[in-house]
């Protein structure tokens, strides 16, 4: 039987379910980025996340610290990809943090997060003068209203301004039009969902597709998959609807091509791409990327060792890294030995994979250039 409805109601009246559904066969277990980080002792493994899971729910554990931080994990869904009974893993994970916000139990670390999105309209919990930083890297300030507006999200815009810039002046030469960024653009609410507080995400980004609306967005193009997710796929799934077109920028640059809009581009070099957990595995776009590389006239993509629906995670998603960063960033450099060897620049399409990948780089001393693929896009010549 497969289970597709693990949500906080269905895990506090099904106890039985819990058991009876997950075989305990171990199928998932060897995809597991945090297990593999963690001695391979199961508690950290999918299994063990259950198993801690249900005696949470069902007072056989007492909750701590330390059980709450073992819940977290990178939320990567490779261990959905690879179970025998199809159970949808990830809802699970996000009902029991849903669990532990509703209990007063969420890991103190996250608390942080939270504050940062009531706060300062950002999970960094920076001034929003930072988050519109990325602004000064343009040659002058964009409109704030228009059809066509760019979403550079919290990550890009306060991790990565050369990229949000890059991604603004991609759009708007391609476009051919005005492009409008939010004058004080808010936080897609999608941590918030991360953290299991559902209502706290709904308010959120309706508040966010509101200022869109409110600005005369018809379509928003984003290079965040996480803020892609957010204000199209979660915000349709849990009834909130919008007039509001968004996409991701690698399935907007997608629909240009195959327009025959996309001019050709040439650059001479090998790159290796990462998917993201949340563009590929989650929102299943694995061909759009790779067509984008294909289109550029001496371009060598040579595929890491595991990828497509088989991507090892980069250790970046699910605030995995807020509870657990020495862990995150063991499974960064755990991607790294993915690289084919001789290839030296690793191509990604999300500001948060950029950046942990980054870091990783940095910390094993390698000589890789991490880029988005949009840095990409705009290192090529026009032909
Ligand atoms: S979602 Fe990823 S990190 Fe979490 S238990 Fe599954 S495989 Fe492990
Ligand atoms: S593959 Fe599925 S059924 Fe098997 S142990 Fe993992 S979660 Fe349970």
């Known amino acids: 039987m497969v289970c597709t409805a693990y949500t906080l109601e269905n895990l506090k009246k099904d106890s039985s379910k819990f058991i009876e559904y997950c075989k305990q066969c171990g199928f998932c277990t060897p995809a597991c980025p945090v297990l593999k980080v963690s001695d391979y002792v199961e508690t950290y493994g999918p299994r063990g996340r259950l198993l801690q899971i249900r005696g949470l729910v069902f007072n056989e554990l007492r909750p701590g610290k330390g059980l709450s931080s073992r819940i977290y994990c990178t939320l990567c869904g490779f261990c959905e990809v ?4 199809s159970l949808k893993l990830t809802d699970l994970y996000i009902a029991s943090r849903e669990y532990l916000t509703s209990s007063g139990l969420t890991p103190e670390e996250i608390k942080s997060v939270i504050d940062g999105i009531v706060g300062n309209n950002n999970p960094y919990n920076v001034d929003p003068s930072i988050k519109a930083m990325w602004l000064d890297y343009l040659p002058e ?6 059809r066509v507006v760019y979403w550079a999200g919290c990550t890009s815009s306060i ?3 050369e990229t949000s810039a890059n991604a603004y002046q991609l759009i708007k030469e391609l476009s051919g039009s005005d492009v409008a960024v939010l004058d004080s653009e808010p936080c897609c609410g999608w941590p918030l969902y991360l953290v299991g507080d559902v209502d706290g995400y709904k308010v959120q980004v309706s508040r966010a597709l509101k200022a869109l609306e409110g600005c005369g967005a018809g379509v928003v193009i984003t290079t965040c ?4 997710r957010s204000l199209r796929d979660k915000a349709r799934e849990l009834g909130i609807t919008s007039n509001v ?3 991701h920028i690698v399935e907007w640059l997608y629909e240009l091509m195959k327009e025959g809009k996309l001019p050709k581009l040439q650059l001479e070099e090998t790159i290796t791409y990462h998917d993201p957990c949340e563009l590929g595995r989650h929102m299943k776009i694995f061909k759009e990327p790779r067509e984008i590389i294909k289109n550029i006239q001496g371009l060598k993509l040579v595929e890491m060792r595991g990828n497509q629906l088989e991507s090892n995670c980069c250790g970046g998603g699910g605030l ?3 509870v657990h960063m020495d862990r995150a960033l063991k499974i960064a450099s755990l991607r790294l030995k993915d690289i084919p060897q001789g290839v030296k620049v690793l191509v990604s399409a999300c500001p948060s994979c950029k950046m942990t990948l980054e ?3 940095r910390n094993e001393g390698l000589d890789v250039e991490v880029l988005d693929i949009v840095d ?3 290192r090529a010549k026009k032909v």
């Open 245 to 247: 077109k968004v996409y």
């Open 82 to 85: 690879k179970c025998i009974a």
């Open 376 to 378: 990409l896009l705009m």
């Open 159 to 161: 991790r990565s301004p």
């Open 320 to 322: 995995y890294q807020v």
């Open 359 to 361: 870091t990783a780089v």
């Open 141 to 146: 300030k964009p409109p704030t209203k228009g």
């Open 225 to 228: 998959p996480a803020c892609t």
